[in-house]
Nanobody, 122 residues
């Protein structure tokens, strides 16, 4: 029902600040109590939650990434975005956006995008 689609630059050079965008369809990101997250998965590693933006615009970040992460939204386009500053090759990963609509329980993402590859290389 709810669909999420990530978009991003694909290949990024070290020290740059790429932006990734998630477009949400069939539901509004402003609906009360909904939360929208960014998660990444480096090659051969597990999922890492990066941060989230709430229905009212409040943001939450993983402590390990807070200094380099910024999440924002464009309600007119029903989109939310991720900016990751000063990237290094260790930031190479598949990046997912996801939505917590409380269908599976608090703190569990109900819908996921298919992911978009971000490769940091010179």
């Amino acid at each position: 029902q709810v669909q999420l689609q990530e978009s991003g630059p694909g290949l990024v050079k070290p020290s740059q600040t790429p932006s990734l965008t998630c477009t949400v369809s069939n539901d509004s990101i402003t609906i009360r109590h909904y939360y929208w997250s960014w998660i990444r998965q480096p090659p051969g590693k597990g999922l890492e939650w990066m941060g989230a933006i709430a229905y009212d615009g409040r943001t939450f970040y993983s402590p390990s990434l807070k200094s380099r992460t910024s999440i924002s939204r464009d309600t007119s386009k029903n989109q939310f975005s991720l900016r990751l500053s000063s990237v290094t090759p260790e930031d190479t990963a598949v990046y997912f956006c996801a939505g917590d609509l409380f269908l599976s329980g608090w703190g569990i993402n109900d819908y996921w995008g298919q992911g978009t590859q971000v490769t940091v290389s010179s």
